[in-house]
């Protein structure tokens, strides 16, 4: 594959000095749910396994809407490999990875993102890790890099100081990168800084964009975002879950469902998750509460489908090709209005 294949488009910059960028993330989950990947470890082993079903959701989300094909390394890195026995499959599954990632976008025109994220090694107060979480992040940078990427998506990172390290490695490679921190329970870094403050600092040392994503659904992130845009200059991102997080659980993590015996002390996270999923206009509506907010880099994490990235790109005004079938109830044979319907069926509608 050579640079002269790539047909001409915009990039990360361009589009965002446009307007909106719109990010499908959640990949783990949705595969999870559709039975090629495991929760517990979330290693995507897919990649290897069933390929043919990552570039199906690749090409879903685009189809829904999203602007990028994020390619699926979250989690293929050194230390989660090593956790589960596959560190031999390291360079194999981020190659292939980025090699599928890159296919849907040519033949979309989407903009390709690679990925690091947390890494689960870093610890603020041991130097070592820091060390060794470079050193993972710069191999997996470098791969993304050959894989001509647009642009790093860097994520989930709790802990401030290692979200700067894989600032640093990004913008050692030359790529744009966009920075995003996840927020627990307490609202601030893991080292108990200000998110805002976090984000200003990466965006100071050339975060082409900050924010946050994934742990929180759209009630309990949208909050945290009018500091975050006010610190900074540079676009803010914001991709929650999709979920019903409220003030008392504000995460996904923390999210309780006492109704179901099944559920492991309640905690409901992260297969028991479904009674919380937000509805197609929840989502719309954080998206358009962070767009007048003035957050420019939307999308969801964990948990969305491709009809709630839809739903977003349709809020703010997008028409993506799935849209052609949106939902349209005026021929529904009980609730619908078209006169050609049967005025029996729609007599009974409300004793269905
Ligand atoms: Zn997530």
Request: one cysteine or more; charged letters at 25%.
């Amino acid at each position: 594959m050579t640079e002269a294949t790539r047909p001409p488009r915009q990039g990360l910059l361009e589009r965002l000095d446009a307007g909106l960028l719109l990010c499908a993330e959640g990949y783990l989950f949705e595969l999870e749910r559709r039975g090629y990947l495991q929760a517990g470890a979330f290693v995507p082993e897919v990649v290897l396994d069933h390929p043919e079903q990552v570039t199906a959701l690749h090409r879903d989300f685009v189809h829904a809407g999203s602007d990028v094909v994020e390619a699926l390394t979250y989690y293929a890195h050194r230390e989660k490999l090593r956790a589960v026995g596959k560190d031999g499959l390291l360079e194999e599954m981020n190659r292939q990875a980025l090699a599928m990632a890159r296919e849907v976008a040519e033949e979309s025109g989407a903009l390709l993102a690679g990925n690091v994220c947390n890494t689960n090694l870093y610890d603020p107060e041991n130097a070592e890790t820091h060390t060794a979480t470079r050193a993972m992040f710069e191999e997996q940078v470098a791969w993304a890099a050959e894989a001509d990427v647009d642009y790093v998506i860097g994520e989930t990172f709790r802990y401030a100081g290692e979200a700067e390290i894989a600032l640093e490695v990004i913008r050692a490679s030359g790529l744009p990168a966009v920075i995003t921190l996840a927020a627990g329970q307490q609202p601030q870094t893991r080292e108990g800084g200000s998110l805002a403050d976090s984000c200003r600092r990466l965006a100071d040392h050339g975060a082409a964009v900050v924010g946050l994503n994934c742990i929180r659904g759209p009630d309990t992130m949208l909050p945290l975002l009018p500091e975050i845009v006010d610190a900074v200059d540079v676009p803010v991102a914001a991709l929650p879950v999709p979920y019903r997080t409220r003030d008392q659980q504000p995460t996904f993590q923390s999210l309780r469902d006492s109704q179901d015996p099944a559920v492991s002390e309640g905690r409901a996270f992260p297969t028991a998750l479904d009674p919380f999923t937000c509805n197609r206009y929840e989502v719309a509506r954080f998206a358009t509460a962070a767009w007048d907010l003035g957050v420019r880099y939307l999308g969801l994490c964990c948990g969305a489908g491709p009809h709630h990235v839809r739903s977003m790109a349709e809020a703010l005004g997008r028409k993506p090709e799935a849209s052609r079938y949106s939902d349209d109830m005026s021929k529904h044979a009980f609730f619908g209005t078209d006169p050609g319907l049967q005025q029996h069926n729609r007599d009974y509608r409300d004793r269905l």
